[in-house]
């Protein structure tokens, strides 16, 4: 099935679109790709050991199987290490091992018990990062790949399948944003899953 589509005017939405989310990125309201469980940690650099059990011990209570793969660990904005393997934390004793030696020096250099940023990531995650930004920068095509290897990467991502969504129906391929809309919106959780049950709302009138 062919598809007539006036290009001047599918340019001209993806534009308007790119810049109304480049807007709410600067805002800070557009939590599209910020979606990530989070939570203080305080770090005793006298008893290391101890607070890596109970970093542990806290990441296996918010760990949910598939959603994250990673840990970030940020002081006062920036990042420490590079990001960790979950398992690797959830692991305990494997944990200390692991990260006792640049951890031991990070907590020494801030010499005093301190709270640092931890955030459960998904490597998909950054792909989506990197769709939205060529989608703003009116790079199309490649947006719509990185939102694919985004769910190569994690079936069912909401934030990927809500974005290609988007792209999709701004292309007018509207039977396939369709089908994204419909499985995103099944994440009640999610932003992007609740955006995607808006326009399914405004798609049915």
């Known amino acids: 099935m062919s598809v007539d589509?006036?290009?001047?005017?599918?340019?001209?939405?993806?534009?308007?679109?790119?810049?109304?989310a480049g807007e709410r990125i600067k805002q800070g309201t557009d939590k599209t790709v910020e979606y990530f469980q989070g939570?203080?940690?305080?770090?005793?650099?006298?008893?290391?050991?101890t607070s890596l059990q109970e970093l542990g011990e806290k990441l296996r209570r918010v760990y949910d199987q598939g959603r994250y793969t990673k840990v970030r660990l940020s002081f006062k904005g920036k990042q420490l290490?590079?990001?960790?393997?979950?398992?690797?934390?959830?692991?305990?004793?494997?944990?200390?091992?692991?990260?006792?030696?640049?951890?031991?020096?990070?907590?020494?250099?801030?010499?005093?018990?301190?709270?640092?940023?931890?955030?459960?990531?998904?490597?998909?995650?950054?792909?989506?990062?990197?769709?939205?930004d060529l989608y703003m920068d009116g790079e199309v095509e490649q947006a719509e790949e990185k939102y694919r290897e985004a769910l190569r990467m994690k079936a069912g991502d909401t934030a990927a399948l809500y974005n290609l969504g988007v792209l999709l129906r701004v292309t007018g391929r509207l039977d396939e944003a369709l089908e994204c809309f419909k499985e995103a919106a099944r994440d009640e959780e999610h932003p992007d899953g609740t955006r995607a049950r808006e326009v399914l709302g405004r798609m049915s009138l």
Do not use: C, Y
């Not at 589509?5 to 109304?20: I, P, S």
């Open 81 to 132: 290490l590079p990001d960790i393997p979950i398992g690797v934390l959830i692991a305990g004793e494997a944990a200390s091992f692991w990260l006792i030696g640049p951890l031991r020096a990070i907590v020494f250099a801030l010499g005093v018990k301190s709270f640092v940023d931890v955030e459960l990531v998904h490597e998909a995650s950054g792909r989506v990062r990197e769709g939205i």
């Open 5 to 20: 589509l006036d290009f001047d005017k599918v340019t001209e939405n993806a534009q308007k679109m790119a810049r109304e």
């Open 39 to 49: 939570f203080q940690w305080q770090v005793d650099p006298d008893d290391l050991d």
